[in-house]
């Protein structure tokens, strides 16, 4: 188990609990601090078969006989999870506190452990980050990494960079040498490398981001960090690019871009900002390269813009569609247009077809439902210019002569 607030502290068995424990004999004899070991190794084995309630008699009678300190932590740290499991938080956060206070080398950093993860997600965040300090003094260096990493959220949550700052450093230090890393440490290396990347990216840092995640990718090869370092490359994908479309005031003596460098750069960074999920800001940019002052320029990122568009453009003047092709485009709004475009031709078909199937022969009705086909555009904003469209090519058919009623067809 790792340190993320997305996983529970506790962890119950993996099948539901018998409805009764076995039978108690002998529950009220007294346990000798000699015998406490031993009725430890049966509390833990009715534990890891779903009697909590029984395991949980036998840890407090263990506890008790006032056993040895390693006894002693060892029932307590057994009672810690056992009430988390049967959902008494109360009587759970009691027992490892008392096992965290015995010191012991190897039961106490566990129980501290249990006992940070169990109050960061109720909220208890001061008494948390108290247990995380204990934790680091307890000096076991399997569990450093959790308590650093701890203390570096408790940093973060009270506006303290520079604390925070070292406790990350410190839950992403690895062991020098050969010195073997444990699960526990390399999973909490992992995701508090995760974690640094995401805010550092929040906070506009890149670079630091990447190197958070690289610390992370030196232990596993983890699919949320390659996430990470692809959004950290495609922030300096965005500065770079920027820079070329907009130059810093420093920069803006410098000799321009030629018309294909700036076109490429005008595209790449639209597309790029809309992969971040900024619409606005691309179609910012599409608008301001289509009115560069360069003529040349500003004919490049049009073909940029309408590459992949049916009609070619040097043949005069393009269909009338073409200009929302071209805002869609630029807005990153093409499947919205598209979707609108399949609803009315479903529609359509819907409203024709319908006579067709029933045998309808009425002039009256037939009329009557291609009219309502015909109005099916009406309500959306390219719909006025597929009827006018119509209107056009029928005035060329007849003459010049414009033959529909004003308003035609939403009369």
């Given at each position: ?190 995701e508090a490398a995760r974690d640094l990347a995401g805010r550092l990216l929040g906070r506009g840092l890149p670079g630091a981001a990447s190197a958070a995640v690289e610390r992370g990718l030196s232990v596993a090869d983890d699919p949320g960090l390659r996430l990470l370092r692809a959004a950290a490359h495609l922030e300096h994908a965005i500065a770079d690019v920027g820079a070329i479309v907009d130059p ?164």
């Amino acid at each position: 188990m790792t340190t993320t607030s997305g996983h529970p502290a506790r962890s119950g068995p993996a099948d539901p609990p018998p409805a009764a424990d076995p039978q108690d004999t002998g529950e009220t004899d007294a346990v000798s601090a000699q015998d406490a070991a031993d009725v430890c190794d049966q509390a833990q084995d009715l534990a890891e078969n779903g009697h909590l309630k029984r395991a949980a008699k036998l840890y407090r009678r263990a506890v008790a006989a006032d056993p040895h300190p390693r006894v002693l932590a060892r029932a307590l740290l057994g009672l810690a999870v056992v009430e988390d499991q049967r959902g008494d938080l109360p009587a759970s956060r009691e027992a490892a506190r008392g096992a965290v206070a015995t010191g012991d080398p190897r039961y106490a950093p566990r129980a501290a452990y249990h006992l940070g993860l169990s109050l960061e997600q109720e909220g208890e965040h001061v008494e948390a980050e108290g247990v995380w300090r204990r934790l680091v003094d307890l000096g076991d260096p399997s569990y450093a990494a959790v308590a650093h990493y701890g203390l570096a959220r408790s940093a973060e949550d009270r506006g303290d960079p520079g604390a925070a700052e070292e406790h990350w450093e410190a839950a992403l230090r690895l062991p020098r040498g050969s010195a073997p890393l444990g699960r526990l440490h390399a999973a909490t290396v992992v995701e508090a490398a995760r974690d640094l990347a995401g805010r550092l990216l929040g906070r506009g840092l890149p670079g630091a981001a990447s190197a958070a995640v690289e610390r992370g990718l030196s232990v596993a090869d983890d699919p949320g960090l390659r996430l990470l370092r692809a959004a950290a490359h495609l922030e300096h994908a965005i500065a770079d690019v920027g820079a070329i479309v907009d130059p810093g005031e420093g920069e803006r003596d410098a000799p321009a871009p030629d018309a294909g460098t700036s076109a490429s750069a005008v595209e790449l960074l639209a597309g790029l900002l809309a992969l971040r999920g900024e619409p606005d800001g691309a179609e910012r940019v599409w608008r301001a390269g289509l009115g560069d002052g360069d003529p040349e320029t500003a004919h490049e990122v049009r073909r940029r813009l309408r590459r992949g568009f049916a009609a070619p453009e040097d043949e005069g003047a393009g269909p009338w569609w073409e200009p929302y092709l071209e805002e869609a485009a630029a807005t990153a709004t093409a499947p919205a247009l598209a979707g609108e475009l399949f609803a009315v031709i479903t529609r359509m078909h819907a409203l024709l077809a319908l006579p067709v199937v029933e045998g309808e022969s009425r002039a009256d009705a037939l009329r009557a439902a291609m009219e309502q086909a015909l109005r099916t555009p009406s309500g959306l904003v390219w719909g006025a210019d597929v009827h006018a469209d119509f209107r056009s090519r029928l005035r060329e058919a007849m003459g010049g002569e414009d033959v529909l009623p004003e308003g035609w067809p939403d009369l």
